[in-house]
């Protein structure tokens, strides 16, 4: 595949938001034959919901589209993802509007109908071309950082900037952090930053695994141990839940008397502290000794937008020096973007590194990715009516909020009649259950008559064909609603 990712270019995350299906169709497959990943949106407020979920690179946003305003989609990007690129197209604008989306902070206004080839090679192009840059500029800043944390938080996404946030401000004094969070979240490396953006960067940072037992008492806290190591700098105690009772006890006494031992104290856990406390083995005095701040790390799922970033950092750490780090070809995306990573970025770490070794060096596709990517990929792909089935049921829940609880305005909205949105919201097949007859139908085909199969239930979820026509209409006639009944199509 002849793609700029695979070449070694930038691979953008894209959003489409354009109500003209055939436009927004052509730009999506002129993107992804670039090697870009692509989501589209017919209408403002479903461009809305993905900019919630997660974050672009690049937000492709007609002006016109249906019931959001276009404009309205481009100013929730600048507010909520001030990093994105937004490019607005237009087929009626005026040059005031283009001068004035410009001056919000657009990064291009394109006149429609827009070439996608234009769109592409120019608009795209220049934005992937800043990206690199920018991307090469946060690795020399990870390496520079790294030089003194051994490793750095990386993520641009709105969870990941309030950590970030809450970082800065905790740096600035010496009080008490709790950093919680699932296992492989990057508690520890918090923990290093934290330390390297404050006053104490250059002075000793110990960690204590808390997970030695008896024995930790005397590593802590005698002459030479731990804490005195760490005088002046900070002592982190990792997987804090772990640390026994006794040596708890003495951690108190030590956090009451003279700062510390004179080390800032950070500590973490993936553990539900007041659970432990409930059932007595966490003490609740060194519970909120510890927890000045609470900063809590975001699972993986919940900043899926920082996915491409992450892939990218890692992969450019786990290429060897003086060589390009590969690309990621569009099906092993999609089969990343799938995957819950319930082991978080250590998990993603191991899937880079296992794909490398692979792929040798070449462009990264889905076979090379770990087991449980492809096949969690594979199984969440549900029947096409089951599919369909939790679409509509969403997309009718999303009319009746739109219609503060009205159903015949989200009906008319929706323009189908109040039953049938009323089994939308159920969750339940279009047409209703055949009514009770004869178990089973001839069927007649080429051949003559063949052994009775059973009925065709027209649930949604399969609908079965007959070998001839008389057995269509038969069957047809089985399953029909009554005449006068509306339909949904």
Do not use: N
């Given at each position: 595949m002849d793609t700029r990712a695979s070449r070694g270019g930038v691979m953008l995350d894209v959003l489409i938001s354009d109500g003209d299906g055939r436009a927004r169709r052509a730009a999506a497959a002129r993107l992804e034959?670039?090697?870009?990943?692509?989501?589209?949106?017919?209408?403002?407020?479903?461009?809305?919901?993905?900019?919630?979920?997660?974050?672009?690179?690049?937000v492709v946003c007609d002006l016109t589209v249906p019931r959001v305003s276009g404009l309205e989609v481009f100013r929730h990007v600048r507010r909520e993802s001030p990093q994105t690129a937004v490019v607005v197209t237009s087929a009626s604008a005026t040059i005031e509007?283009?001068?004035?989306?410009?001056?919000?902070?657009?990064?291009?206004?394109?006149?429609?109908?827009?070439?996608?080839?234009?769109?592409?090679?120019?608009?795209?192009?220049?934005?992937?071309?800043?990206?690199?840059?920018?991307?090469?500029?946060?690795?020399?800043?990870?390496?520079?950082?790294?030089?003194?944390?051994?490793?750095?938080?990386?993520?641009?996404?709105?969870?990941?900037?309030?950590?970030?946030?809450?970082?800065?401000?905790?740096?600035?004094s010496d009080c008490t952090v709790l950093i919680t969070g699932e296992s492989g979240t990057g508690k520890d490396i918090v923990a290093r930053t934290i330390c390297a953006r404050g006053r104490r960067a250059a002075c000793p940072f110990i960690t204590?695994?808390?997970?030695?037992?008896?024995?930790?008492?005397?590593?802590?806290?005698?002459?030479?141990?731990?804490?005195?190591?760490?005088?002046?700098?900070?002592?982190?105690?990792?997987?804090?839940?772990?640390?026994?009772?006794?040596?708890?006890?003495?951690?108190?006494?030590?956090?009451?008397?003279?700062?510390?031992?004179?080390?800032?104290?950070?500590?973490?856990?993936?553990?539900?502290?007041?659970?432990?406390?409930?059932?007595?083995?966490?003490?609740s005095d060194l519970f909120f000794r510890l927890r000045?701040?609470?900063?809590?790390?975001?699972?993986?799922?919940?900043?899926?937008?920082?996915?491409?970033?992450?892939?990218?950092?890692?992969?450019?750490?786990?290429?060897?020096?003086?060589?390009?780090?590969?690309?990621?070809a569009p099906r092993a995306w999609a089969a990343l973007e799938a995957y819950d990573f319930p082991g978080n970025v250590r998990e993603l770490a191991r899937a880079m590194e296992h794909a490398m070794v692979l792929a040798h060096g070449s462009e990264i596709d889905r076979e090379h990715l770990p087991a449980e990517v492809i096949g969690f990929a594979t199984v969440q792909l549900a029947p096409l009516a089951v599919a369909r089935r939790q679409f509509e049921r969403e997309y009718a829940r999303r009319a009746l909020a739109t219609c503060d609880g009205d159903a015949d305005a989200a009906a008319a909205l929706l323009?189908?009649?109040?039953?049938?949105?009323?089994?939308?919201?159920?969750?339940?097949?279009?047409?209703?259950?055949?009514?009770?007859a004869a178990e089973a139908l001839s069927f007649h085909g080429p051949a003559g008559p063949?052994?009775?199969?059973?009925?065709?239930?027209?649930?949604?979820?399969?609908?079965?064909?007959?070998?001839?026509?008389?057995?269509?209409?038969?069957?047809?006639?089985?399953?029909?609603?009554?005449?006068?009944?509306?339909?949904?199509?």
């Open positions: 034959k670039d090697g870009h990943y692509v989501l589209e949106a017919s209408d403002g407020a479903y461009a809305i919901d993905l900019l919630r979920e997660r974050t672009f690179d690049v509007d283009a001068v004035a989306v410009m001056k919000e902070g657009a990064a291009d206004f394109l006149a429609k109908p827009v070439d996608a080839e234009v769109l592409v090679r120019g608009v795209v192009a220049r934005i992937a071309e800043r990206r690199s840059l920018k991307i090469k500029f946060d690795e020399a800043r990870t390496w520079l950082v790294g030089r003194v944390v051994g490793a750095a938080l990386v993520g641009d996404s709105p969870p990941m900037r309030r950590v970030h946030e809450l970082i800065d401000t905790v740096a600035q204590v695994d808390c997970t030695r037992g008896e024995a930790l008492g005397d590593q802590v806290f005698a002459p030479g141990g731990f804490l005195d190591a760490a005088r002046g700098g900070t002592i982190f105690f990792d997987e804090v839940a772990e640390m026994p009772l006794p040596v708890q006890a003495r951690l108190v006494q030590a956090l009451e008397a003279a700062d510390g031992g004179g080390a800032r104290v950070l500590a973490a856990t993936h553990h539900d502290l007041h659970t432990l406390m409930d059932v007595g083995s966490f003490r000045t701040v609470d900063l809590a790390m975001p699972p993986l799922r919940a900043r899926k937008g920082d996915l491409s970033l992450l892939v990218h950092h890692l992969l450019a750490r786990l290429t060897p020096p003086g060589f390009v780090a590969p690309g990621v323009m189908i009649a109040p039953d049938v949105l009323e089994r939308k919201l159920a969750g339940r097949a279009s047409l209703p259950p055949p009514p009770p063949a052994k009775a199969r059973p009925r065709a239930r027209l649930d949604g979820d399969a609908i079965g064909f007959s070998d001839s026509r008389e057995s269509c209409e038969r069957l047809v006639a089985t399953t029909a609603p009554p005449l006068g009944r509306t339909r949904d199509r």
